[in-house]
């Protein structure tokens, strides 16, 4: 079988089965929906290992696999490379962690929100999980748009799954502003189309400097609403309405990922980028991250600090991929480590929100306090976590936020204002790391408050995938390393 061959065929399982099983839990009684989850998102992240096993023993040459064309026209496709065999792996795979945790989560005896193993919920959530490969090895712009719209349906039906006014305004929310974000990429492939014949990403390298700045800046408006990004932010924090292994999903792996993934592969695909493109990523970039922070300060609600701190991680990955434009290949490694780093780090984030959701009833942080006395493996995966998104050695988020720093040094040599941006952007990694110490203070130390005193046993699937999520954390950045070079 031809290495190709192989990849493209995996590659569509990887999608197809998702979307097959999400249909099949739809049909089928309750009961088995969970477990048809579970094993759609298990064969569809064995595909993924498999394209990268394939992959790596053909010397890690990008290939694209052209799947619908009209004459010379591409509709659809696949592209095989570094950036796309590293995330399609771990998108699905944590995308499989958050469906064993849910398996606890979503029962009657979570304490915040009883409940039962609907079929609706691992219908969208297995179709969610099947989107995300279909999203990062599409070569095409068309591609891009069908699993980006699908993203979309997804977190709408899964943000408002408890039907209470608070989740339908969010689901609602999530969904008209990444909608009116994704004319970008509409506007992106009809210019894309009408100049080159065809909808290949790899075509933008063909247009010339004014065009190319125009379809690129569509993009990163697009990729702007779906990675919540000023002026697009709103939708997410009001997304904390949905189940915390929704949230979970939708902040380490998916809906919000969408948006820096598709940026990324545009930068791949265009040749030399114009720097108008790398000046309005840097500033909307440096402008998001110093927001996010101010936002983070008030916040009780350890799900909504948790989302402000994502739109601001996101913000290092969108500074460290404009900042490549200045020629700093080690900013753009950087930023797709981060992508990689944050999934893990940031899932077992709101894995611990949720556990604290589940074992004692609330995720309010002035009611939090003790953990490491009364539920040390949760206090220990909050430490790891918040140490990890505040970029602390030897935790995976250093070691990208490091590379996103000294590329973009590197890239502003010569350049005051650059330089500025860059420090400033280091100013707030350290005020990051400053407040998220204030917060393990409060909820680790100390003697029990009353609702961790009173805490219920936690279930041994949500202590697998924290287990396996810690783990992570401390190792994703080495397979990115010597995965990206």
Same mark, same amino acid.
């Given at each position: +079988? ?57 010397? +890690? ?21 570094? #950036?796309? #065999? ?35 919920? *691992? ?31 997804? &977190? ?76 697009? *932010? ?38 030399? #980028? ?6 309005? @990523?840097?500033? @909307? ?6 927001? &996010? ?70 995720? +309010? ?25 505040? @970029? ?75 287990? #396996?999520?810690?783990? +992570?954390?401390?190792?994703? &950045? ?8």
């Amino acid at each position: +079988m031809q290495p190709a061959f192989a990849m493209s065929f995996l590659g569509l399982a990887a999608i197809a089965i998702p979307f097959i099983a999400g249909i099949v839990i739809a049909l089928l009684p309750r009961a088995a929906g969970r477990w048809i989850s579970i094993g759609a998102s298990t064969l569809s992240l064995v595909a993924t290992i498999a394209i990268a096993a394939v992959f790596a023993s053909q010397g +890690m040459q990008s290939q694209t696999v052209d799947l619908v064309s009209i004459g010379s026209c591409t509709i659809l496709g696949l592209v095989f490379d570094k #950036v796309s #065999v590293l995330l399609a792996p771990a998108f699905v795979g944590i995308g499989l962690i958050v469906t064993i945790y849910s398996l606890s989560y979503m029962s009657a005896n979570n304490r915040e929100h009883p409940d039962a193993p609907r079929r609706r919920f *691992y219908a969208f959530l297995t179709v969610f999980i099947g989107a995300m490969p279909g999203l990062v090895f599409a070569s095409t712009i068309v591609g891009q748009l069908v699993f980006f719209e699908i993203t979309g349906a997804c &977190s709408w039906a899964l943000i408002g799954y408890y039907h209470t006014a608070e989740s339908n305004k969010g689901a609602m929310k999530a969904l008209i502003i990444t909608h009116i974000a994704s004319v970008g990429l509409y506007i992106a492939a009809a210019l894309l189309f009408i100049n080159t014949g065809t909808f290949e990403l790899t075509a933008i390298a063909q247009l010339d400097p004014t065009l190319k700045t125009y379809v690129m800046l569509a993009i990163l408006i697009a990729a702007w609403g779906k990675s919540a990004q000023l002026p697009f *932010y709103m939708w997410l924090p009001s997304a904390m309405a949905a189940p915390t292994p929704v949230s979970a999903y939708l902040h380490g792996a998916s809906m919000v990922k969408v948006g820096v993934v598709i940026f990324a592969r545009s930068l791949i695909s265009a040749g030399t #980028v114009p720097e108008a493109v790398g000046w309005v @990523g840097v500033i @909307g970039a440096i402008v998001t991250l110093v927001f &996010s922070f101010f936002m983070y300060l008030p916040q009780k609600d350890l799900k909504r600090l948790l989302a402000f701190s994502t739109i601001s991680q996101l913000s290092y990955i969108f500074l460290g991929l404009s900042l490549s434009v200045f020629g700093s290949q080690l900013a753009f490694q950087g930023s797709v480590a981060h992508i990689f780093n944050h999934a893990f780090a940031k899932t077992l984030f709101f894995l611990v929100a949720g556990t604290l959701s589940y074992t004692t009833g609330t995720r +309010m942080l002035p009611k939090i306090k003790g953990l490491m006395k009364k539920m040390p493996l949760v206090g220990i995966a909050f430490g790891v976590a918040a140490l990890a998104i505040a @970029g602390v050695p030897p935790l995976n988020g250093f070691f990208s936020k490091f590379a996103i720093f000294a590329g973009g040094f590197q890239a502003a040599s010569g350049n005051w204002i650059l330089t500025t941006i860059v420090i400033v952007g280091l100013i707030e990694t350290i005020c990051c790391f400053a407040w998220f110490l204030k917060v393990m203070d409060g909820a680790l130390l100390g003697e029990p408050s009353e609702v961790v005193a009173a805490a219920q046993p936690v279930p041994r699937s949500m202590v697998v995938a924290l287990v #396996v999520l810690i783990v +992570m954390t401390f190792v994703s &950045s080495g397979i990115a390393a010597a995965w990206l070079g």
